[in-house]
């Protein structure tokens, strides 16, 4: 069997061709859950100037809703809410939501898409910007969910005391996540609304 398609240009391929093509990009896509663990060290490689590095941050936000006894979904999205900042400064929040469009609930995927403008709560104020930028998603139906998600796990994921579980300990859950059929409606579950914090399953994640 060949290596490649016969075509060189797309108007020129043919049933076989595209058949060949699709094997491949479903196995390539089989393997997203490693490809964004290893793209996701790479934001110890990043800009920071924080007492922490980028991908400190990320594994303490993800802790931090482990520990509130959040659900994968919640998990995964804290984990991953900053993979754009190396690639994607300046929209870092939108790229991230479309990486996990396709895998997680609707509701995370809105929280991750507009946290940027959330966050701005936090800092905008001091710079001469606008913080309450947010205001303009104001009764939305995510609204109070993309609030606590910045509060508890994204604006105070920065403190070099915390214990921070390492990537290995959130792998499974990553590779859970992007091993889902995309967009499976049972999945992104549209206008639904799970809490970010479960007491009981905290407590027996935590020893609490």
């Not at 579980?165 to 889902?180: D, G, H, K, M």
Request: with cysteine; charged share 30%; proline share 3%.
């Amino acid at each position: 069997m060949a290596d490649t398609v016969k075509f060189t240009a797309m108007k020129d391929g043919d049933k076989e061709d595209y058949e060949f093509l699709t094997a491949h990009e479903i196995d390539y896509a089989a393997r997203t859950g490693d490809r964004l663990l290893d793209a996701l060290v790479q934001l110890d490689e990043g800009l920071s100037g924080y007492k922490i590095t980028r991908l400190g941050h990320s594994l303490q936000a993800a802790t931090r809703a482990w520990q509130d006894g959040a659900d994968t979904d919640w998990i995964v999205c804290a984990l991953l809410h900053d993979i754009g900042d190396i690639y994607a400064p300046y929209n870092h929040d939108e790229y991230a939501a479309a990486i996990l469009k396709p895998f997680v609930r609707e509701q995370c995927t809105w929280v991750v898409e507009k946290h940027g403008d959330f966050q701005r709560l936090y800092y905008a104020h001091h710079l001469g910007g606008n913080r309450h930028a947010r205001d303009r998603f104001a009764g939305h139906l995510y609204f109070d969910d993309c609030d606590r998600f910045c509060e508890r796990w994204d604006q105070s994921s920065f403190d070099p005391d915390y214990e921070t579980l390492p990537v290995e300990f959130f792998r499974p859950f990553v590779l859970e996540v992007f091993a889902r059929k995309a967009y499976d409606p049972a999945v992104i579950r549209a206008g639904e609304r799970v809490a970010l914090t479960n007491p009981d399953t905290a407590k027996t994640r935590t020893g609490a």
